[in-house]
């Protein structure tokens, strides 16, 4: 079994403007990290991402950035602890995804996010399933930012 996802959806802006939305960090704060973005993402830096749902900052390794087409960046899995409460068994490790930006005809842009590099264990398979939610989310966040100026996270966790 291979645990990986695809999500995808279509944002009524030009695809310039979308993929801003994804790489600016004050842009990326306004809807997806709620507890704020440092670091624009561009190849070969290390940036945070912090969520009010979860303690602390995320470091998130940009691993390739190629403006307005595609962002693949890598962070560490969060299995989080077993239903027995005790700490998690084995090293951590790395998930990479890769979100891809696809201009349309009619104006609108794809975005298509995947990520995949979980073990497969019941909590990777968990951690995956929480993943993708998350990453749907961020969708559904983005296009209500990027086409109305609404920010559907704000209280949402908190």
Same mark, same amino acid.
């Not at 960046?73 to 005790?86: I, N, V, Y």
């Not at 983005?142 to 908190?158: D, M, P």
């Given at each position: 079994m291979d645990l990986r996802f695809k999500v995808s959806g279509r944002i009524a802006r030009p695809v310039e403007e979308v993929f801003e939305a994804v790489a600016d960090p004050a842009k990326l704060s306004a809807y997806f990290t709620t507890g704020g973005? #440092?670091? +624009?993402? *561009?190849?070969?830096?290390?940036?945070?991402?912090?969520?009010?749902?979860?303690? &602390? /900052?995320?470091?998130?390794?940009?691993?390739?950035?190629?403006?307005?087409?595609?962002? #693949?960046? +890598?962070? *560490?899995?969060?299995?989080?602890?077993?239903?027995?409460?005790?700490?998690?068994? &084995? /090293?951590?490790?790395?998930?990479?995804?890769?979100?891809?930006f696809e201009p349309l005809d009619d104006g609108r842009t794809l975005v298509t996010i995947e990520e995949d590099g979980w073990r497969e264990t019941p909590a990777g398979l968990k951690a995956a399933f929480g993943n993708c939610q998350g990453w749907s989310q961020m969708l559904a966040a983005?296009?209500?930012?990027?086409?109305?100026?609404?920010?559907?996270?704000?209280?949402?966790?908190?």
């Open positions: 973005a #440092v670091g +624009r993402l *561009e190849s070969g830096k290390t940036v945070q991402w912090a969520f009010a749902e979860f303690p &602390g /900052a995320f470091p998130v390794e940009i691993v390739e950035v190629e403006p307005n087409r595609r962002i #693949v960046l +890598r962070w *560490e899995a969060s299995e989080g602890l077993p239903e027995t409460g005790e700490p998690p068994v &084995g /090293a951590a490790y790395m998930t990479t995804v890769v979100f891809t983005l296009k209500a930012w990027v086409e109305h100026g609404v920010n559907l996270r704000e209280g949402f966790y908190a």
